[in-house]
Structures are given as C-alpha cells and as structure tokens.
C-alpha cells in the first residue's frame, strides 16, 4: 500500500505561484510514474502533468505547459508541482497519484494510477 498526503494548496490572486508537496508512505517510491490531477467542481478529473521515475521524462497538459513545472526528490518520497502565472480557470482541487505499471512512460489517464491522495484545494482570484 501507499499513502500521498499532498499539501500547500491554498488561495492565491491571478498571477501568482504556489508550490504542491506530495509525501508518499509505504510502498518504495522509485520505479513508479507520478503525477497531478485536477478536478474542479461539476468537472471530470484531469491530467495536469507526470513525471517517470528517472526524472528526465515528464509530460504537461497543454492547458499549464509553461507555467507549471513537475519535480521529485526520490530521497524524500516526494513529489512537487511548482505552479506559475496561476489564472483563474486553474481553480481546482489537485491530487497526487502514483502509477506502478510504467516506470518511464507517463499515462494521461486516471485509471492507470493505482494510488491518490485525498487531495489540496487550491483556488485563484481574479
């Protein structure tokens, strides 16, 4: 089993930055795929962006390439969204999710990830 606690959500004014954590327990954090998604209210959970295990391979919806940039720190368990030039439309609440089927290749689609935290409001002002 694996736990992902993320954190650092929060209200920020258009234009502004935030910075995600994500801590992951339990299961070994290397060999996986990490990544973020969104679900805003009455919408569908998107992929917002992944990054493999080897840190070289990381892969952005379009809607935040640019502005939002993935990180991880194997040492730590952790897994970042740094995010940039926030708009309003990004208002969402964002979860981590970790995909043990692939190690390199980042899948958009929710249903490959095997574990989620509970998830970090995070809300932009116009």
């Known amino acids: 089993q694996v736990r992902l606690v993320e954190s650092g959500g929060g209200l920020v004014q258009a234009g502004g930055s935030l910075r995600l954590s994500c801590a992951a327990s339990?299961?070994?954090?290397?060999?996986?795929?990490m990544a973020w998604f969104r679900q805003a209210p009455g919408k569908e959970r998107e992929f917002v962006a992944g990054?493999?295990?080897?840190?070289?391979?990381?892969r952005y919806a379009d809607s935040v390439k640019g502005r939002f940039t993935i990180s991880r720190d194997n040492a730590k368990n952790t897994v970042y969204l740094q995010m940039s030039s926030l708009k309003p439309e990004d208002t969402s609440v964002y979860y981590c999710?970790?995909?043990?089927?692939?190690?390199?290749?980042?899948?958009?689609?929710?249903?490959?990830?095997?574990?989620w935290g509970q998830g970090t409001q995070v809300t932009v002002s116009s």
């Open positions: 339990g299961r070994t954090f290397n060999n996986n795929v």
């Open positions: 999710a970790a995909d043990y089927g692939h190690t390199v290749t980042v899948v958009q689609s929710a249903l490959e990830y095997d574990y």
């Open positions: 990054i493999g295990w080897s840190f070289d391979v990381t």
